[in-house]
Protein backbone atom coordinates (compact mmCIF):
# COMPACT_ATOMS: atom_id res chain seq x y z
CA UNK A 1 0.00 0.00 0.00
CA UNK A 2 2.98 2.34 0.98
CA UNK A 3 4.26 1.68 -2.59
CA UNK A 4 1.81 2.39 -4.32
CA UNK A 5 1.43 5.75 -2.86
CA UNK A 6 4.79 6.53 -3.23
CA UNK A 7 4.69 5.57 -7.48
CA UNK A 8 1.07 7.46 -7.08
CA UNK A 9 2.72 10.81 -6.08
CA UNK A 10 6.12 10.12 -8.24
CA UNK A 11 3.68 9.75 -11.13
CA UNK A 12 1.85 13.42 -10.25
CA UNK A 13 5.32 14.70 -10.11
CA UNK A 14 6.07 13.76 -13.61
CA UNK A 15 3.05 14.77 -14.71
CA UNK A 16 3.52 18.59 -13.33
CA UNK A 17 6.96 18.21 -14.67
CA UNK A 18 5.59 17.24 -18.21
CA UNK A 19 3.11 20.30 -17.77
CA UNK A 20 5.91 23.21 -17.07
CA UNK A 21 7.92 21.84 -19.96
CA UNK A 22 5.19 21.95 -22.70
CA UNK A 23 4.18 25.40 -21.08
CA UNK A 24 7.96 26.71 -21.75
CA UNK A 25 8.04 24.91 -25.27
CA UNK A 26 4.89 26.42 -26.49
CA UNK A 27 5.62 29.98 -24.71
CA UNK A 28 9.41 29.86 -26.61
CA UNK A 29 7.65 29.07 -30.02
CA UNK A 30 5.26 31.84 -29.70
CA UNK A 31 8.11 34.16 -29.28
CA UNK A 32 9.85 32.39 -31.95
CA UNK A 33 7.11 33.06 -34.20
CA UNK A 34 6.72 37.00 -33.80
CA UNK A 35 10.45 37.26 -34.72
CA UNK A 36 10.18 35.67 -37.69
CA UNK A 37 6.92 37.15 -38.39
CA UNK A 38 8.81 40.16 -38.26
CA UNK A 39 11.69 39.95 -40.18
CA UNK A 40 9.38 38.75 -42.87
CA UNK A 41 7.53 41.69 -42.75
CA UNK A 42 10.60 44.12 -42.91
CA UNK A 43 12.12 41.37 -46.22
CA UNK A 44 8.42 42.35 -47.82
CA UNK A 45 8.92 46.26 -47.13
CA UNK A 46 12.76 46.38 -48.25
CA UNK A 47 11.59 44.23 -51.84
CA UNK A 48 9.04 46.70 -52.09
CA UNK A 49 11.40 49.31 -52.38
CA UNK A 50 14.55 47.66 -54.26
CA UNK A 51 10.97 47.29 -56.98
CA UNK A 52 10.31 50.68 -56.50
CA UNK A 53 14.49 51.85 -57.18
CA UNK A 54 14.34 49.68 -60.10
CA UNK A 55 11.20 51.05 -62.16
CA UNK A 56 12.59 54.94 -61.21
CA UNK A 57 16.05 53.82 -63.15
CA UNK A 58 14.16 53.03 -65.87
CA UNK A 59 12.09 56.41 -65.79
CA UNK A 60 15.64 58.08 -65.30
CA UNK A 61 16.94 56.42 -68.71
CA UNK A 62 13.64 57.63 -70.53
CA UNK A 63 14.65 61.61 -69.70
CA UNK A 64 18.27 61.57 -70.75
CA UNK A 65 19.57 61.25 -74.49
CA UNK A 66 23.14 61.09 -73.03
CA UNK A 67 24.45 57.47 -74.01
CA UNK A 68 27.29 56.95 -70.81
CA UNK A 69 24.80 58.37 -68.67
CA UNK A 70 22.16 56.13 -69.71
CA UNK A 71 24.84 52.87 -69.57
CA UNK A 72 25.79 54.03 -65.87
CA UNK A 73 22.04 54.04 -65.09
CA UNK A 74 21.23 50.39 -66.80
CA UNK A 75 23.99 49.41 -64.64
CA UNK A 76 22.68 50.75 -61.14
CA UNK A 77 19.27 49.32 -62.40
CA UNK A 78 20.98 46.11 -62.95
CA UNK A 79 22.81 45.92 -59.48
CA UNK A 80 19.42 46.57 -57.61
CA UNK A 81 17.86 44.20 -59.69
CA UNK A 82 20.43 41.72 -58.58
CA UNK A 83 20.38 42.93 -54.91
CA UNK A 84 16.44 42.57 -55.21
CA UNK A 85 16.61 38.55 -56.27
CA UNK A 86 19.50 38.04 -53.38
CA UNK A 87 16.61 39.06 -50.89
CA UNK A 88 14.20 37.26 -52.64
CA UNK A 89 16.22 33.74 -52.03
CA UNK A 90 17.00 34.90 -48.44
CA UNK A 91 15.06 33.26 -45.93
CA UNK A 92 13.37 35.12 -43.03
CA UNK A 93 15.35 33.36 -40.17
CA UNK A 94 18.64 34.50 -41.87
CA UNK A 95 18.84 37.94 -40.06
CA UNK A 96 22.54 38.35 -41.09
CA UNK A 97 21.54 38.44 -44.75
CA UNK A 98 18.98 40.66 -44.03
CA UNK A 99 20.89 43.11 -42.50
CA UNK A 100 23.55 42.84 -45.14
CA UNK A 101 20.84 43.86 -47.66
CA UNK A 102 19.20 46.48 -45.60
CA UNK A 103 22.96 48.37 -45.94
CA UNK A 104 23.01 47.65 -49.28
CA UNK A 105 19.72 49.48 -49.77
CA UNK A 106 20.48 52.68 -47.82
CA UNK A 107 24.08 52.78 -50.82
CA UNK A 108 21.07 52.36 -53.65
CA UNK A 109 18.96 55.15 -52.48
CA UNK A 110 21.90 57.16 -52.07
CA UNK A 111 23.07 56.51 -55.34
CA UNK A 112 19.87 56.63 -57.00
CA UNK A 113 18.91 60.32 -54.89
CA UNK A 114 22.11 61.58 -56.69
CA UNK A 115 21.06 60.42 -60.18
CA UNK A 116 18.00 62.55 -59.54
CA UNK A 117 19.82 65.52 -58.76
CA UNK A 118 22.04 65.32 -61.97
CA UNK A 119 19.62 64.58 -64.22
CA UNK A 120 16.93 67.19 -63.07
CA UNK A 121 20.08 69.69 -63.45
CA UNK A 122 19.66 68.89 -67.48
CA UNK A 123 16.98 70.38 -67.63
CA UNK A 124 15.62 67.95 -70.28
CA UNK A 125 11.92 67.04 -69.69
CA UNK A 126 9.36 67.92 -72.09
CA UNK A 127 5.37 67.16 -71.82
CA UNK A 128 5.57 63.84 -73.22
CA UNK A 129 8.12 62.33 -70.73
CA UNK A 130 6.42 64.34 -67.83
CA UNK A 131 3.40 62.60 -68.37
CA UNK A 132 5.18 59.47 -68.13
CA UNK A 133 6.78 60.52 -64.88
CA UNK A 134 3.50 61.36 -63.66
CA UNK A 135 2.33 57.54 -63.94
CA UNK A 136 5.74 56.40 -62.46
CA UNK A 137 4.80 58.46 -59.69
CA UNK A 138 1.51 57.05 -59.37
CA UNK A 139 3.02 53.64 -59.25
CA UNK A 140 5.38 54.80 -56.74
CA UNK A 141 2.66 56.48 -54.39
CA UNK A 142 1.31 53.29 -54.56
CA UNK A 143 4.07 51.47 -53.20
CA UNK A 144 4.83 53.61 -50.53
CA UNK A 145 0.92 53.09 -49.32
CA UNK A 146 2.35 49.82 -49.28
CA UNK A 147 5.31 50.31 -47.11
CA UNK A 148 3.32 52.26 -45.28
CA UNK A 149 1.07 49.76 -44.59
CA UNK A 150 3.75 47.17 -43.94
CA UNK A 151 5.51 49.70 -42.05
CA UNK A 152 2.34 49.93 -39.38
CA UNK A 153 2.30 45.86 -39.56
CA UNK A 154 6.27 46.19 -38.56
CA UNK A 155 5.21 48.40 -35.39
CA UNK A 156 2.57 45.99 -34.24
CA UNK A 157 4.97 43.01 -34.50
CA UNK A 158 7.59 45.29 -32.62
CA UNK A 159 5.11 45.71 -29.94
CA UNK A 160 4.34 42.40 -29.70
CA UNK A 161 8.29 41.25 -29.31
CA UNK A 162 8.54 44.48 -26.44
CA UNK A 163 5.58 42.72 -24.61
CA UNK A 164 6.75 39.34 -24.99
CA UNK A 165 10.32 40.73 -23.13
CA UNK A 166 8.70 42.05 -20.09
CA UNK A 167 9.38 40.30 -16.78
CA UNK A 168 6.27 38.49 -15.61
CA UNK A 169 5.40 37.48 -11.83
CA UNK A 170 3.66 34.47 -10.55
CA UNK A 171 2.54 32.50 -7.77
CA UNK A 172 1.80 35.54 -5.96
CA UNK A 173 1.37 35.00 -1.66
CA UNK A 174 0.71 36.82 1.28
CA UNK A 175 1.97 35.75 4.67
CA UNK A 176 0.96 37.41 7.29
CA UNK A 177 2.97 37.00 10.52
CA UNK A 178 2.95 37.61 14.52
CA UNK A 179 5.59 38.26 16.11
CA UNK A 180 6.63 35.25 16.52
CA UNK A 181 6.95 34.97 12.89
CA UNK A 182 4.40 32.42 12.35
CA UNK A 183 1.37 32.88 10.41
CA UNK A 184 -1.04 35.47 12.23
CA UNK A 185 -4.75 34.42 12.63
CA UNK A 186 -6.23 37.63 13.67
CA UNK A 187 -5.09 41.06 12.13
CA UNK A 188 -4.38 42.82 15.44
CA UNK A 189 -1.70 40.28 15.89
CA UNK A 190 -0.49 40.69 12.67
CA UNK A 191 3.38 42.39 12.98
CA UNK A 192 4.75 41.51 9.35
CA UNK A 193 3.50 40.85 5.77
CA UNK A 194 5.62 38.35 3.65
CA UNK A 195 4.93 38.73 -0.26
CA UNK A 196 6.73 35.69 -2.45
CA UNK A 197 6.70 35.41 -5.87
CA UNK A 198 8.27 33.92 -8.90
CA UNK A 199 9.81 35.96 -11.75
CA UNK A 200 9.49 33.38 -14.70
CA UNK A 201 12.09 32.47 -17.10
CA UNK A 202 12.60 34.73 -20.04
CA UNK A 203 15.42 34.98 -22.68
CA UNK A 204 13.87 37.77 -24.58
CA UNK A 205 13.87 40.00 -21.57
CA UNK A 206 17.09 42.39 -20.54
CA UNK A 207 19.28 40.77 -18.28
CA UNK A 208 21.08 42.73 -15.44
CA UNK A 209 20.53 44.59 -12.53
CA UNK A 210 16.46 45.32 -11.58
CA UNK A 211 14.55 46.94 -9.10
CA UNK A 212 11.48 45.98 -8.03
CA UNK A 213 8.53 47.70 -6.23
CA UNK A 214 5.72 46.21 -3.93
CA UNK A 215 2.31 48.13 -3.32
CA UNK A 216 0.46 46.72 -0.78
CA UNK A 217 -3.20 48.52 -0.94
CA UNK A 218 -5.24 48.44 2.44
CA UNK A 219 -9.23 47.94 2.16
CA UNK A 220 -10.09 51.40 1.44
CA UNK A 221 -6.95 51.19 -1.38
CA UNK A 222 -4.47 53.28 0.52
CA UNK A 223 -0.91 52.59 0.02
CA UNK A 224 1.16 51.34 2.84
CA UNK A 225 4.23 53.10 2.69
CA UNK A 226 7.12 54.43 4.90
CA UNK A 227 7.91 58.48 4.07
CA UNK A 228 8.46 59.66 0.51
CA UNK A 229 8.13 56.28 -1.38
CA UNK A 230 7.75 56.95 -5.33
CA UNK A 231 8.60 55.90 -8.62
CA UNK A 232 7.83 56.52 -12.38
CA UNK A 233 4.74 54.73 -14.06
CA UNK A 234 3.62 55.78 -16.94
CA UNK A 235 4.08 59.47 -16.65
CA UNK A 236 3.55 59.88 -12.87
CA UNK A 237 4.93 59.42 -10.02
CA UNK A 238 2.94 56.49 -7.90
CA UNK A 239 3.74 55.52 -4.15
CA UNK A 240 4.99 51.95 -2.95
CA UNK A 241 5.17 50.08 0.08
CA UNK A 242 8.88 48.11 -0.68
CA UNK A 243 11.47 48.32 -3.66
CA UNK A 244 13.96 45.10 -3.74
CA UNK A 245 16.89 45.07 -6.08
CA UNK A 246 17.75 42.34 -7.91
CA UNK A 247 20.46 40.50 -10.52
CA UNK A 248 18.19 39.10 -13.47
CA UNK A 249 19.63 36.23 -15.45
CA UNK A 250 16.93 35.69 -17.85
CA UNK A 251 16.02 32.52 -15.68
CA UNK A 252 13.45 31.75 -13.21
CA UNK A 253 13.76 33.56 -9.79
CA UNK A 254 12.02 33.45 -6.70
CA UNK A 255 11.87 36.83 -4.46
CA UNK A 256 10.44 37.73 -0.57
CA UNK A 257 9.75 40.75 0.56
CA UNK A 258 8.70 41.90 3.71
CA UNK A 259 7.06 45.02 5.16
CA UNK A 260 7.18 45.45 8.91
CA UNK A 261 3.69 46.27 10.46
CA UNK A 262 3.72 50.19 12.29
CA UNK A 263 0.65 51.12 11.77
CA UNK A 264 -2.75 50.03 12.37
CA UNK A 265 -4.56 47.50 10.04
CA UNK A 266 -8.01 47.38 9.46
CA UNK A 267 -9.92 43.78 8.52
CA UNK A 268 -10.22 43.28 4.60
CA UNK A 269 -9.22 42.25 1.61
CA UNK A 270 -5.98 43.99 0.59
CA UNK A 271 -4.36 43.95 -3.05
CA UNK A 272 -0.89 43.75 -4.06
CA UNK A 273 0.84 44.76 -7.04
CA UNK A 274 4.00 44.01 -8.16
CA UNK A 275 5.90 46.31 -10.84
CA UNK A 276 9.73 46.22 -12.51
CA UNK A 277 10.68 48.29 -15.89
CA UNK A 278 7.98 50.80 -15.93
CA UNK A 279 5.13 48.09 -16.22
CA UNK A 280 3.08 46.10 -13.90
CA UNK A 281 4.21 42.60 -14.17
CA UNK A 282 1.67 40.88 -11.41
CA UNK A 283 -1.17 41.63 -8.74
CA UNK A 284 -2.97 39.43 -5.81
CA UNK A 285 -4.80 40.29 -3.14
CA UNK A 286 -5.45 38.64 0.37
CA UNK A 287 -7.84 39.21 3.18
CA UNK A 288 -6.89 40.14 7.08
CA UNK A 289 -10.03 39.35 9.22
Known amino acids: MEKNKKLIGAIIILIIIAAGVSFLAVNE ?7 TELFAVE ?11 AAQYDELQIQINNDSLREKLESEKLKTQRLLEELRQVK ?21 RTYVIQIDSLNRLNAALMEENKEVKSK ?9 TL ?4 KNLNEKVTLASQLDATNISVLPMNKRGKK ?4 KDVKKIAVSFTIVKNITAETGNKTLYVRIAKPDNEIL ?4 TTFAYEDREITYSIKKYIEYTGEEQSVTVYWDVEEFLPAGTYNVYIFADGNMIGQNSFSLK
Open 29 to 35: FRKNKEM
Open 43 to 53: KQEMENEYSTF
Open 225 to 228: SKGN
Open 151 to 154: SEEK
Open 140 to 148: YSAATAQIN
Open 184 to 187: ARKV
Open 92 to 112: TTNAAEILRLKKELKTVRAVL
